[in-house]
């Protein structure tokens, strides 16, 4: 069994951290608590008698749909400032979009529709990071106005209705964009080369010889990393070997 697990180890590699893995989820559960509770304001759910359904009809009730809405965006935020503080105390940046990635992109989809070669990739691939950029711009743009349209709420505010107009209809496009993305990010698992990058989601770790294969650049990354480690602990072995000969 012992042998089993460090064989195991040793054919895998950590992908997604805890903390990666604590905001992708957490941001997943926010989003669909929102796009359920949201359509519930409209109400789509009594006009199509989804409320009729066994354990729905909760979502016909107003108020518990706009409370979890509410509780869902307060979720989201923190999730967000999160994520973003997180990024910038740790210098990750990786994730974040890079001129050449639309090229880079197209030329990877290609490869995968043509089987053919694709360009070397760093731990994210560029659709990737420009499915992030696409997501999390509509995320903010559903915080800023979701929290104006929280705002109008407050007793004394009277903002314009043309304002409220366009704020909601920024709002409503935000949703629908944000849904398409998630079907796009979901999507991309239909094609057989992103579906070693599952397990990472989940438990963090990806095989290793997909990782050399297919991120290459993030690969010899962390090889140069590992032995620059490796060659530091040895330094330092010495030096202990000559200040203390005798041990």
Not at 100 to 116: H, N, P, R, W
Not at 217 to 227: I, P, V
């Amino acid at each position: 069994m012992t042998t089993t697990t460090r064989k195991s180890k040793r054919e895998t590699i950590l992908r997604q951290s805890l903390i990666n893995r604590f905001v992708h989820w957490t941001t997943a559960l926010a989003i669909f608590l929102l796009i359920l509770t949201g359509f519930g304001q409209m109400p789509l759910y009594n006009r199509y008698n989804v409320t009729k359904l066994p354990g729905a009809e909760w979502l016909g009730d107003y108020f518990i749909t706009i409370s979890l809405h509410y509780l869902a965006a307060v979720l989201l935020i923190f999730v967000v400032f999160f994520h973003i503080v997180n990024a910038f105390i740790r210098k990750q940046f990786d994730i974040f979009p890079r001129r050449g990635d639309i090229k880079e992109s197209y030329l990877i989809i290609k490869a995968m529709f043509t089987k053919g070669q694709e360009p070397p990739s760093d731990k994210y691939l560029a659709e990737q990071r420009l499915a992030y950029f696409f997501i999390g711009f509509n995320v903010l743009l559903l915080i800023i106005t979701g929290l104006i349209k929280m705002y109008k709420n407050v007793p004394g505010v009277d903002l314009p209705h043309s304002f409220l107009f366009w704020n909601t209809m920024l709002h409503n496009i935000g949703t629908v964009l944000l849904i398409l993305g998630i079907i796009g990010h979901l999507a991309a698992f239909i094609f057989k080369e992103n579906r070693a990058l599952l397990p990472g989601m989940f438990t963090g770790y990806i095989d290793r010889g997909y990782a050399k294969h297919r991120h290459v650049l993030w690969y010899r990354k962390l090889e140069a990393g590992s032995h620059e480690s490796e060659g530091h602990h040895s330094e330092e072995q010495h030096r202990d070997g000559t200040i203390h000969p005798g041990c």
